[in-house]
């Protein structure tokens, strides 16, 4: 650390430079003590510093190491308290396994098995519902009755328009009323609860979907 001389005309202005550094955190307690020091060492014998000054610029710094110190034991306790309510979270949701849960999602996974889907209508009416296969090609249209504004669900048997049983696999759905697409949602079977970290937080493994989000969850059926 470079020290300049530091005579008594700057014991006024020193007390304003270590309350800003320290604020700032570059300052540490042992700077300061090598600053009070070298302005000591520094004093003109004829005029020494003021000990009222002395005594203020101390204080103020013991203040400012105080609050520092308090915010430490403060971000501590915090982190303590997140982990806790995540533990508690993770625990908690453990009761949705083997429960079926409606989560957002624009593909099913056939399985042979009729798969339950949803829509989120915001605009009342028939709700259009299209599964597309994995060449781009609608291969079932359903129209299903919205008469309010909310999650309608519906269901898929498999089937195309014909009557024919399609293959397992992936396939995307859409859903629409008079021009205006909806989001789409599909339910699956709780698997396992984990925690992703802080960018995720507690998630739950659904069949035929993946990791979802907790707060993901639409609907737990």
Request: hydrophobic share 40%; no cysteine; proline share 4%.
């Amino acid at each position: 650390m470079t020290i300049n001389t530091i005579g008594n005309a700057s014991t006024g202005s020193t007390a304003s430079q270590v309350t800003t550094a320290a604020k700032a955190g570059g300052m540490t307690q042992s700077d300061f003590l090598k600053l009070m020091t070298a302005q000591l060492q520094a004093q003109d014998p004829t005029n020494p510093v003021d000990n009222n000054q002395f005594v203020s610029q101390m204080a103020q710094f013991s203040q400012l190491q105080s609050t520092q110190d308090l915010l430490g034991s403060v971000k501590t306790l915090n982190s303590t308290v997140n982990g806790a309510l995540q533990t508690s979270q993770v625990l908690g949701s453990s009761n949705l396994v083997n429960r079926e849960v409606v989560v957002p999602s624009s593909t099913v996974n056939y399985a042979g098995a009729t798969v339950n889907g949803a829509a989120n209508v915001t605009v009342p009416g028939d709700l259009t519902v299209n599964i597309i296969d994995g060449g781009g090609n609608v291969v079932r249209t359903m129209t299903v009755p919205a008469p309010s504004s909310g999650l309608t669900q519906f269901s898929w048997d498999g089937k195309d328009d014909a009557g024919n049983a399609l293959p397992q696999g992936t396939y995307s759905m859409a859903a629409s009323n008079a021009g205006s697409p909806f989001d789409t949602y599909v339910a699956g079977k709780v698997t396992a609860v984990g925690y992703g970290g802080s960018d995720v937080g507690t998630y739950l493994q659904v069949a035929g979907v993946g990791g979802v989000a907790l707060s993901q969850v639409a609907q737990i059926l």
